[in-house]
């Protein structure tokens, strides 16, 4: 059969003095055991290289990073907010692109805040608690509706999910992109997953299912076998 491509965005980071696109290995190793193809593409941005790279592919994975410019909903930068990431108006150009798609989409952490920018909704900066959201400190998730990512771990509304945590801002639940539902929320009710309801795959959860053994296979082959449609 063959295989799935998934298309991966790529983090910019300086490496002696030059640009390079960098990617943590468990993103792409994940699509690839979950049995995609995982491709990684360049920071370039130039809306026919990306819908080319669209037409040619089968699903998306928007991967985790640094904090996205508050300018791209309409704030000022937070003290605690990083403003270091580069290239990120590439990451929006993709996104909104792989929206306007018939791809199915999977965002993590910084992937589904990226989502819900994209969409025209808003971040929380800085957690209250963001000392108990860092260093993959693992806490309990509330599924809050049916979806796509409540299918994947097999839960229903008003059961429970442990998830790790690597990050300090969140959704902004008082305002989420066009389209988008929360379907799960964290112990202190921040946003920890959200899609949009339909038969197509747009989902994102703010955790980092790459780096759990347990929930991996479940969404990664959630999104391979939405990309094989």
Do not use: W
């Amino acid at each position: 059969m063959k295989r799935p491509v998934i298309l991966l965005n790529t983090a910019v980071d300086l490496h002696n003095g030059r640009e390079c696109e960098i990617l943590i290995s468990q993103y792409a190793e994940r699509v690839s055991d979950a049995g995609g193809v995982p491709i990684l593409i360049p920071s370039i941005e130039k809306e026919e290289i990306i819908q080319t790279l669209l037409a040619r592919a089968d699903g998306v994975l928007l991967i985790g990073g640094k904090d996205y410019p508050p300018s791209f909903y309409g704030e000022t930068a937070h003290p605690a907010t990083q403003t270091t990431r580069m290239r990120p108006l590439f990451d929006l150009a993709f996104a909104r692109a792989a929206l306007q798609s018939d791809l199915p989409i999977l965002g993590i952490c910084a992937g589904c805040q990226l989502l819900n920018i994209a969409l025209g909704g808003k971040l929380i900066q800085h957690l209250g608690n963001a000392e108990k959201h860092t260093q993959g400190a693992m806490h309990e998730a509330t599924i809050v509706r049916d979806g796509f990512f409540p299918r994947a771990v097999g839960k229903k509304a008003g059961e429970k999910i442990t998830v790790n945590s690597f990050h300090h801002q969140a959704v902004d639940p008082a305002y989420p992109g066009r389209g988008l539902v929360v379907t799960a929320t964290a112990f202190d009710g921040s946003v920890e997953a959200l899609e949009i309801p339909g038969a197509r795959m747009v989902a994102g959860v703010q955790f980092h299912p790459e780096r759990m053994d347990d929930l991996a296979p479940l969404i990664f082959h959630q999104l391979i076998a939405e990309a094989a449609k």
